[in-house]
């Protein structure tokens, strides 16, 4: 193999597996057009999860065949969101094709303006020796395919309160009722919310208003099975984010352009 066919190769399996991943992890938000009847105490979570600011973060995703992936670590969604988080690559076609690369689970660090995804060392050896990929969200939104569209909005929509505006947005949300839900009592909404495909979400409230679960059902654009159980804990933990240290950063833009060569 050719050092640009390994190049393109990996790095089309790299930017596959994150965008799999976080168009399985995020569903799409509501429209500015779209009606807002929600119960009011809905809207009090919705106020006190975005007053909280930050959390800790446990999900398991599964994507039909396609894949499979456990997430945790922390994230903030004051100004934009931030964190950190270990995806773990459970299965499916992307996690074979991750393990092919000696990669079964990445860190990922989100910023405001970028997202920066860390490959581990079999990756790093076909990258020059950097193990960090920068995704720049407005390059990403520039993709000649399209696949990159709406990676920004997506990232914002992981954080819990966005889980509340889809159910506001809902024109069929119900209160199902309490429910002891890790230990604690807690009040369980469930709702069908829009989108490219239909999906059934359901969050668990504690008595201070904030997300303890969260669960999303359905089928992906392209009519792939679709699940997702989310945890919620230590509502406003601190949580740091340093950018990679540039040395060992590749901007995947410039990868791109490098290993199309001519």
């Not at 999906?199 to 504690?206: A, E, G």
């Not at 208003?209 to 792939?224: D, F, I, M, P, S």
Request: charged letters at 25%; proline letters at 4%.
């Amino acid at each position: 193999m050719t050092s640009t066919t390994a190049h393109r190769t990996a790095f089309s399996i790299a930017v596959t597996a994150v965008l799999a991943c976080l168009t399985a992890c995020m569903a799409p938000g509501p429209t500015e057009d779209d009606p807002v009847p929600g119960p009011e105490p809905l809207r009090a979570v919705e106020r006190a999860t975005g007053r909280a600011g930050s959390a800790w973060v446990r999900s398991t995703t599964v994507v039909g065949d396609e894949l499979s992936l456990t997430a945790a670590g922390s994230l903030s969604w004051g100004d934009g969101l931030t964190g950190t988080l270990t995806l773990t690559y459970t299965g499916g076609t992307t996690a074979d094709a991750m393990r092919r690369l000696g990669t079964t689970s990445m860190e990922a660090r989100y910023l405001p303006e970028a997202y920066y995804a860390k490959m581990g060392d079999a990756f790093a050896a076909r990258v020059g020796g950097r193990h960090w990929i920068k995704y720049v969200y407005a390059d990403l939104e520039d993709l000649g395919d399209g696949a990159g569209a709406g990676f920004a909005d997506r990232m914002r929509d992981t954080a819990p309160d966005e889980a509340v505006k889809l159910l506001l947005a809902s024109d069929d949300v119900h209160k199902v009722g309490r429910e002891t839900t890790r230990g604690r009592i807690t009040t369980h909404w469930t709702g069908t919310v829009g989108g490219g495909t239909a999906r059934t979400v359901d969050i668990w409230v504690d008595a201070q208003n904030l997300l303890v679960k969260k669960t999303e059902r359905g089928r992906t654009e392209t009519g792939g099975a679709l699940s997702q159980t989310a945890y919620y804990s230590d509502y406003g933990v601190h949580v740091p984010v340093e950018r990679p240290p540039a040395a060992d950063t590749a901007d995947f833009k410039e990868l791109l352009k490098t290993a199309d060569g001519s």
